[in-house]
DNA sequence: CCACGGATGCGAGCAGTGCTCTCGTCCACG
DNA sequence: CGTGGACGAGAGCACTGCTCGCATCCGTGG
């Protein structure tokens, strides 16, 4: 990640491969995944399909290629907005966060279906991609942290053993003094994110929910009371 | 929707329509959605892939016959799961309804995608898979209807103007009495468990989960205590 | 400095796709 | 019984992902 290239082939690599992943992006913004065409990228940069093999051996390593850079993105985001509000402004950041993840769903919706939605066949999560895809999440769960650490429990009353151990790497990860009770709460409150998010963007609630931007703030703000931020 | 077919032609138009859809469904559980192709329908089928347009102008007209097919039978294994339940136990008919929805998901990934997925692009929701679609949501928003006839309240305390507004065509569709703040409730609920199944079966929580049933049972009650169910 | 090997780009080509068109055939209705 | 419309077959077009053999050019070891 941090190789400083040197020969100029190397440079002229590294520069095609991004140049490569800038046309499949905005293709991909216009069409979709399913209609990214590997030929059509090629015919973009003024070459020729064949040599794109040389970079990326199939369509779909492309595809995860722009899944990888999704996520980062998407990542990105959340953490910034979380960053922008004061740290013991809890409901602040949450409410901040949240929106955060819902404006980059909408004005990237198929980076984001790329990433929520139904899985490309051809994909395996990489070590990389997993930890760029767990960026979002995990601004939510040290959320979760900081509220427990300010006396704020919004999880169940009593966890069952299994559940306690089954949910152990999620809240290692973020601190392990996490409660198994905060981290389902967090799970939970991030499902429906992502779910509320997926609905819309994915166009299910269109004949049901007028004001989706209403909707949505009132879903955050419940989901706010359910974490018991302040 | 009704109509009795009478001449021989109309019965074997009838018949080769759901023969077509029955080998599409198959190879869709197989292959996923991407890889259904009209001609290996076809090939299955015995003939010829240009007779198949006879049935279906185009792939994406399949494809939403598909989905049409997937939501309907959704909804008929989380009506039937809360059916099976006496209806005064709230909290037993949300579980039922809940794994069911789960359990349906697991079994039939490709067709849970199609629903609830990345939207397949030539894909134009009509009349009438919009009402096959909102079964299962029916389900819950009842549930949460008959959790208010019983006097337990678990919405928000205060619903802007704007939202109950918002909300009104989704509680109307229901029942005119169930309140904007059972409304909002409900559809968090349902964004919890769309959420947490797409996450789950799209293989979001491969690494960080270690019991996925003890935890989506967790996450089950945690919601049936955000319902206030009894 | 130069020769060699590997990386690169190109073009042709294969197998497959969605979809269209034309052409016989066969059934239903007048 | 005749005719119009529905039907299936087959060829064909434009496109796709991907492979292979060929030149070319760059970087490195002698």
Redesign the pocket.
């Known amino acids: 990640m941090t190789d400083a290239p040197?020969?100029?082939?190397e440079v002229?690599?590294a520069e095609?491969t991004a140049a490569i992943l800038d046309s499949a992006r905005s293709q991909l913004a216009q069409v979709g995944p399913a209609a990214?065409?590997?030929?059509?990228v090629a015919r973009d940069l003024?070459?020729?399909?064949?040599?794109v093999?040389?970079?990326f051996?199939?369509?779909?390593a492309l595809l995860t290629g722009l899944i990888a850079e999704a996520h980062d993105d998407l990542g990105e985001a959340v953490e910034a907005a979380d960053a922008g509000v004061r740290r013991g402004d809890l409901r602040k950041r949450f409410r901040a966060a949240a929106h955060a993840l819902r404006d980059w769903a909408r004005s990237h919706p198929h980076e984001y279906a790329l990433c929520y939605g139904s899985p490309v066949p051809?994909y395996a999560g990489s070590a990389e991609t997993t930890t760029s895809a767990a960026r979002a999440t995990l601004v939510l769960l040290q959320l979760a942290g900081d509220a427990e650490l300010a006396g704020r429990r919004g999880g169940p009353a009593r966890v069952p053993a299994a559940e306690k151990a089954s949910v152990k790497p999620v809240s290692e990860s973020v601190d392990p003094a996490l409660s198994p009770a905060s981290t389902v709460r967090a799970l939970a409150v991030w499902a429906a994110l992502v779910g509320h998010v997926s609905l819309e963007v994915f166009g299910q609630l269109e004949g049901s929910v007028l004001d989706p931007d209403a909707h949505f703030a009132a879903v955050v703000d419940l989901l706010a009371a359910d974490l018991d931020l302040a």
């Open positions: 040197q020969t100029a082939r002229a690599r095609l990214l065409s590997v030929r059509a003024g070459m020729v399909s064949s040599a093999y040389r970079y051996a199939t369509r779909d051809g």
